[in-house]
């Protein structure tokens, strides 16, 4: 069993993202500042040297705007990617789902740039975005980055409509729009939807209403069932209807095109949507369900703990929670290609945490028993990494550093979350 560090100590929440929240050099933890997760009213987004303790401000929000969500590119020198609410909100424009954007600061330039462009009236830009974009995760070489989205136009038409859908941000031209509205904007990545959701899934069906919680897929991609490497592809959480009716979140991969180019070309909806439409992924890019929990004793895959999916280093395993046959939750994996789901853990009580791959994909880091644990994937052994304690440490974050040397995690000290670190071996 390994001590724990404490890094903060002020009377402020600090919230770590689930992923991405290290410098590449291992050096520096990145954070927003909020009262509780729950929260999204911090206006700074900093980091800490978990050698030094040294606290930095990165950004500070103004004119009533807030941060959040913080992720980390990479390479040194590091990028970060983050939330940003509206600036001037009003009672028609304020903080939102469907009413945020993403912004990348590249110190030592002081203010960030937009990551999405904003288009709300007609005609739509390709490349641009119609509503709020969030979690913006960074792909492993840095080049692109995922997001989940909510679209401005569907809520004002019809709530209902406005499913959440995942995407990605490409980096290879920025996106300039029209603007006919004050809340209009461009962007430095050209972004598109590349998931596909309706307000009515057919019971029974691999229809989806909502595309979550989603991971890149391998460092450089996967082998796919043809042994033909596949470069790109995202998984995500995918919610379907049983055929009785009832929410059964399954596990969806898309495959992403080669070139960045291929992106622009519409399939059979408009890239940038329609009035009535969502906007639409681009042509070919189809989404497919890999694992068919129905017939399990506590079927679908677990929501609570919150958790991402999480693809090995190598991209031959996606890790996720599910329950066991004894309602535990535990950490499995299943093959981008499908098939029977693995079970990795056997734990005696269940998995309270997100989880993160040590980089040489042969462990993970999770909380379990009101511990930081360290999963071998090759046992499914457990090892305690910090002591038991009677309140466990948050379940949001728990993120190896790339160098897999320390774990990143949260604590709540006198009712606010503070960051600590452990020695991962």
């Known amino acids: 069993m390994k001590g724990e560090q404490q890094l903060t100590f002020d009377a402020r929440g600090h919230q770590l993202t689930n992923i991405n929240v290290w410098t590449a050099d291992s050096q520096w933890l990145v954070y927003d500042v909020r009262p509780h997760g729950g929260s999204f009213s911090g206006e700074t987004i900093e980091r800490v040297n978990v050698s030094s303790g040294e606290v930095e401000v990165l950004y500070q929000a103004e004119h009533g705007a807030h941060v959040g969500v913080v992720t980390v590119s990479p390479e040194m020198p590091p990028r970060y990617a983050f939330i940003h609410g509206p600036e001037h909100p009003d009672e028609q424009w304020h903080y939102d789902f469907h009413h945020r954007q993403g912004v990348i600061l590249s110190p030592p330039a002081p203010q960030p740039c937009n990551l999405d462009a904003m288009d709300i009236t007609p005609p739509f830009t390709d490349g641009a975005l119609r509503g709020g974009s969030h979690v913006h995760v960074f792909s492993p070489d840095g080049s692109r980055l995922s997001f989940t989205y909510n679209d401005h136009l569907m809520h004002e038409l019809d709530i209902t409509r406005d499913l959440r859908n995942v995407g990605v941000a490409l980096a290879s031209q920025p996106v ?140 031959s395993q996606i890790a996720f929670l599910m329950a066991d046959d004894a309602g535990i939750v535990q950490l499995w994996t299943v093959s981008p290609n499908g098939g029977a789901p693995q079970q990795i853990s056997h734990a005696p009580s269940s998995i309270q945490s997100a989880f993160s791959w040590r980089a040489d994909g042969k462990a993970l880091a999770m909380v379990c028993d009101n511990s930081v644990m360290l999963l071998e994937l090759a046992t499914g052994e457990m090892r305690r990494l910090t002591p038991r304690t009677e309140v466990a440490p948050c379940a949001e974050a728990v993120v190896f550093s790339p160098d897999g040397h320390l774990v990143a995690y949260m604590r709540t000290i006198a009712g606010f979350a503070q960051l600590f670190v452990t020695q991962a071996g």
């Open 176 to 315: 300039v729009v029209d603007k006919q509205h004050p809340r209009e904007y461009d962007g430095s990545h050209f972004c598109v939807l590349v998931s596909q959701t309706t307000s009515t899934p057919q019971p029974g069906s691999n229809q989806i209403n909502r595309a979550y919680e989603e991971c890149w897929i391998g460092q450089q991609g996967y082998i796919n069932a043809e042994g033909v490497r596949q470069r790109w592809a995202l998984a995500f959480i995918g919610d379907t209807l049983s055929p009785q009716g009832e929410k059964l979140p399954e596990i969806f991969v898309v495959d992403l095109p080669e070139s960045d180019d291929e992106y622009r070309i519409a399939g059979t909806t408009p890239l940038a949507g329609t009035t009535t439409e969502l906007p639409a992924p681009p042509k070919g890019v189809q989404q497919r369900r890999i694992t068919f929990t129905g017939d399990r004793a506590f079927p679908g895959i677990t929501l609570q703990p919150r958790h991402w999916l999480r693809a090995s280093p190598d991209g």
